[in-house]
């Protein structure tokens, strides 16, 4: 009966688990459409830079989901390869074993037709009964050594044969992946270069209207709105039940493996200054989650490009920006140092690099003080 009473309990708590990990998933897909139409509405109050913008945005959206999607193509490759291998590794054994049998079950014919005359009928007939009993016996262990030789080597070849199957069944997918592989390549250069044309459209027209300090405001006063709306709905969820992320102060490990070129603090242009750190990389490189948490936002934002947000708990963010793709969706957890995105120029920048932003509160803190 307590085995019962357990296991209804057990039930419930993971039923009201899953309902309570599905009504935040909502939750945050509600906030994710409320900042898509904050996007929108602030867009449709900048002309002819708004419509150049939404087109790059597509543009690297598409740039983003063909990097993603050639990254899984690749990985998965890789284990096709790697099965591959072990494959061939195993063919290779049994081609062995198969030999092996062979050359045991030469040896034995080749015993038994040297001994047909010298120890058969001539002995039979000598009428010595201990000699004929084990001549008797003689045979049948070496009629059974005979046949267990046989199975051993038909065993081998049935296995033989069967690996031989998978090693070309793989070999058949391995090709298709690498067509697949070479189509979605062909499909990324295609964006990119879409994407080079639509930001000298854009290059063009900011110049000539001579708004770049003030689409540089605009960029930040989204950012801010973004961050607000975040903000405001991380507060009524569950916090993630690691470590607390202020005890981390100091120790976490940089989102990037490249080149620090822009700290906190650094003149932008004019007046304007960064709110986090830059860091110079090439376009690929792996941009990692600094601490555990969950995926808040992923998405293209003015000025910000490819997007990641992670909500670490007690109200702390940390922003990715400027990526060539997002490999985490929102909704997701992720650990420390885990690829979340690829390095990349989105949002109109020039050279390949990784913005990055730390926010308590809405507030953004100096990354030095917080990166190892």
Known sequence: MNHLRLFVISLLFFQSSALFADDEQNRLAEVNETIAEL??????????IAELETELASN????SDNARALANAEAELTNKQRQLAEVQDQVALATQNKERSEIEFGRILLQIWQQRESNGLSVLLSGDANEQQRLTYYYQVMSESQREALDSFRAEVEALSL???????????VEQQRQVTRQQLFRLRQSQRDRET???????TVATSGSQIEQLQQERAQ??????ELSRAIASLSAPNRVEFSSLKGKLPSPSNGRLISRFGDTRNGHIK???????AQTGEPVQSVAYG???YANWLSGQGLLIAIDHGDNYLTLYANNQSLLKSVGEWVEPGEVIATVGNSGGLDDSALYF??????QPLNPREWID
């Open 39 to 48: 996007q929108e509405s602030m867009q449709a109050q900048r002309g002819e």
């Open 60 to 63: 690297e959206k598409l740039i």
């Open 163 to 173: 690996l031989e199957a998978e090693q070309t069944l793989a070999v058949e997918r």
């Open 198 to 204: 639509t930001l000298v459209s854009l290059r063009e």
């Open 223 to 228: 950012l801010e709105r973004i961050i607000e």
């Open 274 to 280: 960064w709110r986090g750190h830059r860091y110079s």
């Open 294 to 296: 969950r995926v808040v």
């Open 357 to 362: 932003e730390i926010r308590h509160n809405g």
